[in-house]
């Protein structure tokens, strides 16, 4: 089971921009599955993207997919994800995983292997 190491976050005003970095301890190549959750305050933890090891991604929603993005590097064991136009609903831990099976999930991600997260807050 690979360890998952997210860096990144942060602090941002409403509109701006951070990028996500996870690191994993084995190969990436050999990952079927990788891919962002968040979880908010009193809130479930929500699947945001993933993407296959064939470049194949996959967003929780339209909004998303038109700001954020989601790339892997397997040469460098990393996968990204690029936010864009941020909103304070945007404010959450956002934790990196791995899992075999469907591409999205569905809760309660039992089969999914986490990071520790990383927090993005975005003020307005």
């Known amino acids: 089971q690979a360890q998952l190491a997210e860096s990144g976050g942060g602090l941002v005003q409403a509109g701006g921009s951070l990028r996500l970095t996870c690191a994993a301890s084995?190969?990436?190549?050999?990952?079927?599955?990788m891919g962002w959750f968040r979880q908010a305050p009193g809130k479930e933890r929500e699947f945001v993207a993933a993407i296959r090891r064939s470049g194949f991604s996959i967003y929780a929603d339209d909004s998303l997919k038109g700001r954020f993005t989601i790339s892997r590097d397997d040469a460098k064991n990393m996968v990204f994800l690029q936010m864009n136009s941020l909103k304070p609903e945007d404010t959450a831990l956002y934790y990196c995983?791995?899992?075999?099976?469907?591409?999205?999930?569905?809760?309660?991600?039992?089969?999914?292997?986490w990071g520790q997260g990383t927090q993005v807050t975005v003020s307005s």
């Open positions: 995983a791995h899992w075999m099976g469907a591409t999205k999930p569905s809760p309660p991600y039992g089969n999914v292997n």
């Open positions: 084995v190969r990436t190549v050999n990952i079927y599955n």
